[in-house]
């Protein structure tokens, strides 16, 4: 039966980057089947345009709740939601704030429960909204949003997410990306995806377009045999890619009478920088946030440039400097000003204000002592993680005096660590003094985050940055002006093109480099640009009208937080204006969601703000690879434990003995000895295919520090590692890839994948499966992590909890390796002469190396290769 005149209702709304997670709560448990759940997302010149559409049947035989829940990226902005019951729409209708909660308000003076529903992870915010549904009744949700995508380090990131907490008959994704530069490179990331998952996964691309399809079946679906009802499918999928950069003056694009520029030139020289990092130190900062940031400190300082020059201040109550003057970064000072970093201890109050201060005297004497290299750029990068609580606490005074002081000539960075610290304050103090605000997330990766801020700031290309258009050729330009281009990142100008505009649409560029200025010319044919846009699989209408609103939006928001009160109140009414125009919720909007006639709760959807969360009992873990939320649980493994002594003897006649040892017998007594150790895994077991000993165990007994275990030129593979031998197990592995320039460095805590600067943290046994050109990575629940390639050696790191738990190397197809193979193990690939078997003690043997004798004995030893509890073998064992 349908539902009569609907009754209104408030809804929810939060928006933000390129994520988007769909979740039917309670479906189960409540006979609430989702039948069909479909995500359409179409990138069109970077700019992204998202439909999910969940399709739901009530199959209980009374009246069930359902609730549609998603997470968004932050940076997008909700345009549409809808619900259809029964064949009856009820939309979503956006409206003022103010005009929004007076519904609002109405709803709770009726006495129905209302309920702003806002929720903020690290780049999402949550969209969530619930309905009565009659027996046997359909229900279809459809919520639609857009944001432009963001260059981030080299790189553009679409990223959904995936909990539909139940099998889903009809599942899929598609994602279609058209950009007219050309794209080059695309990659796809899951936290969830398996093997069989990955059969339904098909990526299609051409030198301009691209298609990412995902339909799995129902069978691939499931999470075990044993689960044949609960689905795999819980966490991130991420498309990434990047495009062709031919033209030095960027790409002009147009559409429909819109244009946009974007312009990220290639091959520049990095500028030289003057950095000072201000530290707070005081209490709050204690135990893991001080050692966080001193370990984040000492790797930054590794990563300044021999032509910068830097300094320190530590703050509490009174800031401190490292050096009365900046320095500049050889290796004798960084290493001084790491050793420093590390001795840094947190205690007392935090002076803000006279802190940032000092920075800007030491900046201001070096410039007036002509310190400063000609052409190079100043920046202050600030972390701290609460209020001021000495000297001026102020904040309106703290931001006046900061402001005054810096007049223009120093970009002020800052970090807020946690959520004790006011963000708004944060980010005002650096939108007044041109650089920007960034939250860092208390957890595991927080050293992480403050590393990745840095790699953005760490290369500038150029400095103020202007786009030039003929006048009468366009209007309603977006921000024009850029004090700072970096290296990764992308500058983009959007605008209105004038009636009777030319032919030929033409663009300047200037701009200062290190050692003087430079103007780029670039030129765009009107029809030609129009005619690129005639696909409409891969276009959603008007596209860079809507591309042109939300930057002009995102833009007017952002000049509201560094504007006086006297202009604020214009900025926000045009912002207001084109948020209801173009149906964006937005900070000054508010979505209205309507129900059904005689449903008690009202929802209103706003967009929440950074600051808002201030003191939040909210989830701060990211919603990317490092913390997949509810991922399945490991499968089951039966734990390890010692061969007990009365069955000794048997197992050593059936797995001990191989065919090159036959002759080769254990003694019982020592077998049936009662306190037997448990066996030991080697350091290494090294496959050795088409040889006549296929395997071969090595220990490495000796601490060498950091070493170069494998290393081929002609793989373009790179292998090192930390061995401790008191512990029996790596601190960490480093794996360097050629092509693709990929590092991945394993620790026992976390793997981190590090390319193009860009770096994500990944705990262990989290499912991950990563397809880039030329490289496939994968990490099972198991927590074996292998990156492979089909004519590239495969190179495996273990999360071992055997015995000597802890980090461990695994090799396959080793027969790829080249005859340039080197390092510690990689030498056992090169010609190995085997000497014949001793004539007085069958157990040993002479192995020749490039040159140099090992001696090998045959030892019991445990294989990790496949996981926990591992398998006794017999394996010929040398000492390193």
């Keep these: 039966m349908k539902t009569p005149a609907p009754g209104r209702a408030c809804g929810v709304v939060l928006v933000l980057l390129s994520l988007a997670t769909l ?24 700019f992204a345009h998202t439909v999910v559409t969940s399709r739901v049947v009530n199959k209980a035989s009374t009246l069930q709740e359902v609730t549609f829940q998603m997470e968004l990226p932050k940076k997008a902005f909700i345009t549409n939601f809808s619900m259809i019951i029964d064949g009856v729409t009820y939309p979503g209708n956006i409206k003022e704030k103010a005009a929004a909660q007076e519904q609002y308000s109405a709803a709770v003076e009726r006495g129905e429960s209302a309920g702003l529903v806002k929720a903020t992870g690290r780049k999402t915010e949550q969209f969530q909204v619930s309905v009565s549904v009659a027996p046997a009744a359909k229900i279809t949700f459809e919520l639609v949003y857009e944001e432009l995508l963001v260059r981030h380090l080299g790189a553009y990131e679409l990223l959904l997410k995936v909990q539909p907490q139940q099998l889903v008959k009809h ?37 301009t377009k691209a298609h990412v399809r995902f339909r799995p079946t129902l069978s691939q679906q499931q999470k075990s045999p044993e689960q044949q009802q609960d689905t795999v499918l819980d966490g991130n999928f991420i498309v990434r890619y990047d495009v062709d950069r031919t033209v030095s003056g960027g790409s002009i694009q147009i559409e429909n009478g819109y244009f946009v520029h974007y312009f990220a030139p290639e091959h520049l020289a990095t500028i030289p920088k003057n950095v000072i990092f201000v530290i707070d130190k005081s209490g709050s900062m204690s135990g893991r946030k001080i050692q966080q940031t001193r370990e984040a400190l000492i790797k930054i300082l590794g990563d300044l440039g021999p032509r910068d020059q830097f300094n320190l201040i530590s703050f509490s109550g009174e800031a401190t400097p490292w050096k009365p003057q900046l320095v500049a970064a050889s290796a004798e000072n960084v290493n001084e000003a790491k050793s420093y970093a590390t001795a840094i201890q947190a205690q007392g109050g935090t002076n803000i204000n006279d802190a940032i201060l000092m920075a800007v005297q030491l900046l201001e004497r070096a410039n007036r002592e002509e310190l400063l290299p000609p052409g190079s750029v100043t920046l202050i990068i600030l972390l701290t993680d609460g209020d001021p609580t000495v000297g001026e606490t102020n904040p309106s005074e703290i931001q006046k005096n900061v402001q005054e002081a810096i007049d223009g000539q120093h970009s002020l960075f800052c970090l807020g660590f946690g959520f004790d610290v006011s963000y708004a304050f944060l980010e005002k103090l650096a939108l007044d003094n041109g650089g920007l605000a960034r939250r860092i997330y208390e957890d595991s990766d927080s050293a992480l985050q403050l590393q990745d801020f840095y790699q953005e700031v760490a290369n500038p290309l150029m400095t103020s940055v202007a786009f030039e258009y003929p006048s009468n050729t366009v209007e309603a330009v977006t921000q024009d002006a850029f004090r700072l281009f970096f290296k990764g990142s992308e500058l983009v100008v959007a605008g209105k093109l004038r009636d009777q505009s030319p032919d030929v649409f033409s663009a300047k560029v200037r701009g200062q480099l290190h050692m003087g200025n430079i103007t780029f010319v ?61 149906s964006f919720v937005t900070p000054l909007t508010s979505m209205v969601i309507t129900k059904p006639e005689g449903q008690e709760q009202s929802q209103v959807a706003e967009k929440p703000v950074e600051n808002e969360n201030r003191h939040r009992n909210v989830h701060s873990g990211p919603p990317g690879p490092l913390h997949p939320p509810r991922l399945p649980h490991p499968p089951h493994r039966t734990p390890w434990r010692p061969t007990p002594p009365d069955v000794m003897p048997r197992l050593s006649a059936t797995s001990f003995l191989d065919e090159h040892d036959m002759d080769l017998r254990i003694k ?59 512990k029996g197990h790596f601190s960490w592995i480093e794996v360097t890839f050629e092509k693709p320039q990929l590092q991945v460095r394993a620790s026992p805590e976390h793997v981190v994948v590090t390319r193009n600067r860009r770096s994500s943290a990944y705990k262990w046994k989290k499912t991950l499966y990563s397809v880039m050109p030329g490289l496939k990575m994968t990490m099972d629940k198991a927590g074996l992590l292998l990156l492979s390639s089909p004519d590239r050696v495969t190179i495996g790191l273990l999360s071992w909890d055997g ?77 390193l």
């Excluded at 979740?23 to 970077?46: C, E, F, M, P, W």
């Excluded at 939006?553 to 204006?577: F, G, H």
């Design 23 to 46: 979740q039917t709560l309670r479906a189960q448990k409540n006979d609430i089947d989702i039948y069909s759940l479909t995500v359409d997302s179409r990138v069109s010149s970077r």
């Design 171 to 207: 599942l899929q994704m598609d994602i279609y990306i058209f950009e007219p530069q050309g794209i080059s490179f695309l990659e796809t990331e899951s936290t969830f995806m398996t093997n069989e998952l990955a059969e339904a996964l098909t990526t299609t691309q051409n030198k």
């Design 522 to 582: 670039t030129e765009s044919r009107v029809a030609e640009q129009e005619k690129a846009f005639w696909s409409p699989r891969y276009i959603f209408h008007s596209f860079m009208e809507r591309l042109w609103a939300y930057l002009t939006i995102q833009q007017l928001l952002e000049q509201t937080v560094s504007t006086p009160d006297a202009e604020k109140q214009a900025l926000e009414a045009r912002a207001l204006n084109l948020s209801l125009s173009y």
């Design 668 to 726: 019982e007594t020592t077998a049936a000895s009662p306190h037997h150790a448990p066996i030991q895994p080697p350091s290494v077991i090294l496959p050795l295919p088409g040889r006549s000993v296929d395997r071969l165990c090595v220990d490495l007994k000796r601490s060498q520090g950091p070493t170069n275990l494998l290393s081929d030129p002609g793989q373009g593979i790179e292998v090192t590692g930390h061995y401790e031998t008191e």
């Design 803 to 879: 015995p000597g738990a802890g980090l461990r190397l695994l090799l396959r197809d080793t027969d790829r390796f080249s005859s340039h193979i080197s390092g510690t193990l990689g030498q056992f690939y090169q010609d190995v002469l085997w000497e014949p078997l001793a004539a007085a003690d069958d157990s040993k043997r002479t192995l020749k190396v490039q040159g140099h004798d090992h001696s090998a004995t045959r030892d019991l030893k445990l294989d990790y290769q496949e996981g926990p509890p591992g398998t006794e073998i017999s394996c010929w064992s040398v000492e």
